[in-house]
């Protein structure tokens, strides 16, 4: 039988806020075990928990990213279960009126485009760290150890319809995601980090069936290929279940990025009862028109509108258009030089050729460089200029971003300026024709040719500084006498 | 006595130079030292700590307000440092890594912490009995209960153990021991007073106010505690009025409804006689006093117990041994440490609301319970608004009779639950409130209580003030 | 309204004595059946009350303040190491 698969993500993104979600720690990572830490955040008798206001338009950005609708008032409710991560034993989050409902994001999958639906965002806060003692994880540890550092931070939870069709897809709409997550700068997005995590809903149902067949939950996919691989997995296995005449049992399972399968979490003895209520602590956020506004403002084009601009309005072929999104820094790279010089293909040439490759060779992200778009269009004008040679901005490119000079010391420190001035470069002629006799009698006796090599020896002499078409003209003038 | 002085008076002594604020505190500890082993008031005593502050206010000499004032604080609000017990086992060895606001509040005033005050166990209960420690004696009779859950601060300003006091109030837990113990209490409007530092029973009910020997001092009191704070998301940001230019002598033409809903069968004859009195004095005193009925209100006591629970039951979770308090010591594992923990360090009456709040918080039960309990708050509130449409302020007795005998409800939760009928409803619409002495029946005291508007508080201090400034009843104090 | 203690008591991590429970369920039946009085009140149209007083967006700015007294947290802790607070082993 054909099966067809169901998948819904539940992601997580920690959002790039200074101060926790509900007090004032820093929400730095790697600081020593529980030295973030406050009386809020480590849930003692009495404390209070405040919002934090720049988490807030974060979500609401990317909630309007995501097309969604905000909802005119959200309120933060308690989601009440113990365990020794969460200091108040319970964690404050949304659940029946989250912060924005029903958007979606378009993904393209073999070419073709495809829109899958959000069900909704909403704002809460993230747990500490255990840390196992006697084993590596929660099994056969003998003690634990919590740090609460994490404890609070703003994280945003992000909900698909399920819409997605197969892993590849799932894949596609993570990696799509987080592309926008980092384009609108709402959070650093890396998998691997932790700054972006995914739990997946999977079904299979036979082809051509309307109702959903049981799904189970997949957890601990820390990779775009994890999430591949971990629902291939899951996929494959739903399908020897059900092809057998099997039942799939509704469980969370645990990928093993190992052994690439997944493995099946021990269900408790007793369902989960998270007793929400509203959290009596805070109060409802009701953006109004100018608030949310604001918010949009500070959004900015996003991907999609950029990618249809980029390819009508600077007639850039796809894959330059392509490259030129890949990262928001290079995007927001590119679109600077394009404000001081009006040359888009130009400009894409010289990034996605020389300085990408220098990128590349020395591992370095555009972020880190110190040559300004002002100066690379200072270059590029330069050429235009006729200042200096196309292929000597190469050089010139590059000794920049080494030595972090501008291109203007680097050319007036070197006399890289092209010469032109003609009785400098007859100087030169004539001394390449008194070294060169035997080239100059081949030419003179008819072997046109050669005039490229005496040329050559010019450019050698000039130290590339001539202009090789004024060099072969004076050249011919010279040996025509 | 300097003890017996209220803030208002002790304040002129000490700016006059009459007295000096390191008297006045030892003349405090002198009566604890006296009383305090047939009160048991206090749960932690900061003669050291207190004494300091007390040469602070004397060395500064500018004594404003209440610099140099012996002040107790119910032990339900954090002090850095020092001992916060909410009188749970759970908490025995509890040392704030900080100050609640209302405490550094008080500090920038200059007042002298002379002590933290029992209560029931996380301010749950009506007479405190519930403390995990001691039951505090009302001085009246030592044989009745003070009331709860605010019943060390009570009894420890009526007895003179201290010159004001701190409650706090989530269903009546200032104003009805108060009306036990004969002094004045008041419950501000919810997001008065910041709650930053009080342990939380059900945060969208609790509110700290003061506990004073009469009106004046619990006006003083308020401009100490009111105003916004930040870290409190619920307080409200409104200017905070000087609430002694609301103790104006003057009830003319004030509208004044008595409710007649709390003049029923359950309260005592003895009570009702008190209260129609209080309302014809305050007529004689130029109010227009009217009956007026609040349907809804048979329907606050379970509405309450409900949601005040449910609130609990999560805000309670966190004393699990992990962070803070106590561990059981057989705790081979997670779970059985959480089990052992919180069975060793909870009382009974604490257990009994986190089992009731987690009941109606549970799949299933949500909207039947607590959902439906959230709906009828909607309604009382509204049934108050109402009445307000009419009435300056509300009046009915503060409990539905004086103090009760130690053990004599303990055993009925229900029976004791609906004896906070006249308090409770206010909680639930978020109003202020005030309790002041209003008679006495059998040697013990009767409260009567002044329900506001949102806000108004200034308005109950006016009808109390008035009622007490033409009554003597405040006067009296009980003999040890 | 009889109620399932041990289940209760389950989601609350609350030790109870055999006596406890006993008393529990019978007290907290009764409560609950007192409770039902609320049922006769319609309250198909009303809105529900968590906050008495209406208020909106609280919020604080995005601002760092770090704590000066992490080491008084800590130092309430039942058991700690390195730094953490120590629980004995999860079992799941
Ligand atoms: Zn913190």
């Known amino acids: 039988m054909k099966y067809e698969t169901i998948i819904g993500l539940e992601i997580h993104a920690q959002l790039l806020t200074e101060s926790k979600m509900f007090c004032a720690c820093s929400t730095k990572f790697g600081a020593k075990p529980n030295t973030n830490i406050c009386p809020v955040c480590t849930g003692q008798p009495g404390v209070l928990p405040v919002m934090n206001q720049k988490a807030i338009e974060l979500a609401i950005k990317t909630a309007l990213a995501l097309n969604c609708k905000i909802e005119k008032s959200s309120v933060f409710a308690r989601k009440n279960y113990f365990y ?37 965002v909403h704002l809460e806060e993230d747990a500490g760290k255990l840390v196992h003692k006697g084993a590596a994880r929660i099994m056969g540890a003998t003690e634990s150890l919590v740090d609460y550092n994490r404890t609070g931070v703003p994280l945003m939870e992000i909900v698909s319809e399920p819409d997605l069709r197969s892993p590849a897809e799932a894949k596609a709409f993570m990696e799509t995601l987080q592309h926008l997550l980092q384009f609108i700068g709402v959070c650093d997005a890396k998998m691997e980090e932790g700054s972006l995590r995914c739990d997946a809903n999977i079904s299979l149902r036979p082809a051509g069936e309307q109702k959903f067949g049981t799904k189970t939950e997949v957890k601990n996919m820390n990779s775009f290929k994890a999430v591949f691989k971990a629902l291939k997995a899951e996929e494959k296995r739903h399908e020897e279940v059900l092809s057998e005449g099997g039942k799939i049992n509704q469980e969370t399972r645990f990928f093993d990025d190992i052994t690439e399968q997944t493995i099946g979490m021990r269900s408790k003895e007793y369902a989960h009862d998270y007793r929400y209520f509203p959290e009596p602590d805070l109060v409802p956020i009701e953006p109004s028109a100018d608030w949310l506004a604001k918010i949009k403002n500070t959004s900015g084009e996003l991907p999609e509108a950029k990618r249809d601009r980029f390819l009508n309005e600077y007639k850039l072929p796809e894959a330059d258009a392509e490259v030129l999104l890949a990262t928001p820094a290079l995007t927001a790279y590119f679109e600077e030089c394009l404000k001081l010089y009006d040359h888009p293909k130009t400009i894409a040439n010289w990034l996605m050729g020389d300085l990408t490759a220098y990128l590349k060779t020395n591992n370095l992200a555009i972020e880190q460089i110190n040559l300004t778009p002002a100066q690379l269009v200072e270059m590029l004008q330069m050429i235009d200029k006729g200042t200096i040679s196309g292929k000597l901005a190469k050089t010139i490119l590059v000794e920049a971003l080494k030595s972090g000079k501008t291109i203007k010391d680097i050319v007036a420190e070197q006399g890289l300026t092209q010469i032109s001035d003609e009785g400098e470069i007859k100087n030169i002629i004539d001394e390449v024709i008194e070294k060169n006799p035997k080239q100059v009698g081949e030419f003179r006796s008819g072997k046109d040719a050669v005039v490229m090599f005496l040329v050559g020896q010019v450019m050698k002499l000039s130290k590339g500084r001539a202009k090789p078409d004024a060099v072969q003209k004076l050249l011919r ?5 | 006595m300097l003890n017996n002085l209220t803030a208002h008076e002790a304040h002129s002594l000490l700016a ?5 604020s390191v008297e006045l505190t030892e003349a405090v500890f002198a009566q604890i030292e006296k009383t305090e082993n047939k009160l048991k008031a206090y749960v932690t005593l900061t003669k050291d700590e207190a004494l300091k502050r007390a040469k602070a206010a004397d060395n500064n000499g500018n004594f404003t307000g209440l610099a140099g004032i ?42 002298a912490p002379i002590g933290k005050t029992n209560l029931d166990e996380f301010a749950m209960g009506s007479s405190t009995e519930n403390s995990g420690f001691h039951t505090t004696h009302n001085p009246w009779d030592l044989n009745t209960v003070p009331g709860g859950s605010s019943g060390g601060s009570a009894a420890a300003v009526a007895s003179g153990e201290c010159i004001l006091a701190l409650g706090s109030d989530t269903g009546g837990s200032i104003r009805q021991p108060a009306s036990f113990c004969g002094v004045v209490g008041l419950k501000p409007t919810y997001g008065r007073v910041s709650r930053y530092g009080l342990v939380a029973f059900a945060s969208s009910l609790d509110q700290i106010g003061p506990l004073a020997k009469d009106v004046t001092d619990s006006a003083w009191l308020m401009n100490v505690l009111a105003g916004y704070d930040p870290k409190d998301s619920t307080s409200v940001d409104i200017p905070v009025p000087d609430y002694r230019m609301a103790l104006v002598n003057d009830v003319k033409k004030f509208r004044i409804g008595l409710i007649s809903d709390l003049m029923g069968k359950g309260t005592d004859e003895a009570v009702k006689a008190a209260i129609k009195d209080a309302a014809r004095k305050l007529e004689s005193l130029g109010a227009i006093v009217e009956e007026v009925s609040l349907p809804t209100f048979e329907y606050a006591v379970p509405t309450y117990y409900l949601i005040a629970p449910a609130e609990a039951s999560s805000n309670l979770a966190r004393f699990d041994g992990v962070k803070f308090g106590h561990r059981s010591s057989d705790a081979p594992d997670l779970l059985t440490m959480y089990y052992n923990t919180r069975r060793e360090g909870f009382g009974a009456e604490v257990k009994r609301r986190i089992m009731l709040g987690t009941y109606a ?19 009382i509130k509204q049934d108050f608004e109402k009445a307000f449409k009419h ?23 229900l029976s004791m639950y609906l004896s906070d009928i006249a308090t409770i409803p206010v909680n639930l619409a978020g109003l202020p409130a005030i309790s002041l002495p209003c008679g006495f029946s059998g040697g013990l005291p009767i409260g009567l209580q002044i329900i506001g508007e949102a806000f108004a508080e200034e308005k109950l201090l006016q009808v109390a003030y008035t009622y007490e400034q033409n009554t003597e009843w405040h006067k009296r104090r009980p003999t040890l | 309204m009889k109620i399932d203690v041990e ?12 006596e406890e429970k006993k008393l529990f369920g019978e007290q907290l039946s009764r409560i609950l059946d007192h409770a039902d009085t609320l049922k006769k009140l319609n309250t198909d149209k009303v809105e529900p009350t968590s906050h008495a007083i209406p208020m909106k967006n609280v919020l604080r700015e995005d601002k760092v303040i770090p704590c ?10 039942p058991q700690a190491e390195e730094h953490m607070f120590k629980v004995p082993r999860i079992v799941e």
Do not use: W
Request: charged content about 20%; proline content about 7%; aromatic content about 6%.
């Open chain 2, 391 to 413: 009435f300056d302020v509300l009046i009915s007795p503060t409990a539905p009779s004086p103090a009760f005998k130690i053990g004599e409800k303990a055993a009925d939760p």
């Open chain 3, 7 to 18: 289940a209760v008591a389950k989601l609350a991590r609350l030790g109870l004595s055999p």
């Open chain 3, 68 to 77: 000066a007294n992490v080491d008084d947290i800590l130092l309430n802790a």
């Open chain 1, 84 to 120: 020794p991560d969460l200091p108040k034993d319970f964690q404050i989050s949304q659940y029946e009126l989250p912060l924005a409902t029903l958007g979606h994001l378009d993904i393209v999958v073999e070419g073709k485009k495809k829109r899958i639906g959000i069900t909704r």
């Open chain 2, 361 to 379: 918080l549970s799949a299933g039960y949500y909207d039947a319970y607590y959902l439906k309990a959230l709906k009828v708050r909607t309604l």
């Open chain 1, 477 to 481: 003038q010279k040996l025509g006498q």
């Open chain 2, 16 to 20: 006059s130079k009459k007295i000096s």
């Open chain 2, 70 to 111: 012996p002040i107790a604080i119910k032990d339900n609000m954090c002090t850095k440092g020092i001992l916060t017990t909410c009188s749970s086992k759970i908490l025995a060895n509890y040392l704030p890594p900080y100050d609640a606001t209302i405490v550094e509040k008080l500090a920038a005033a200059g007042a």
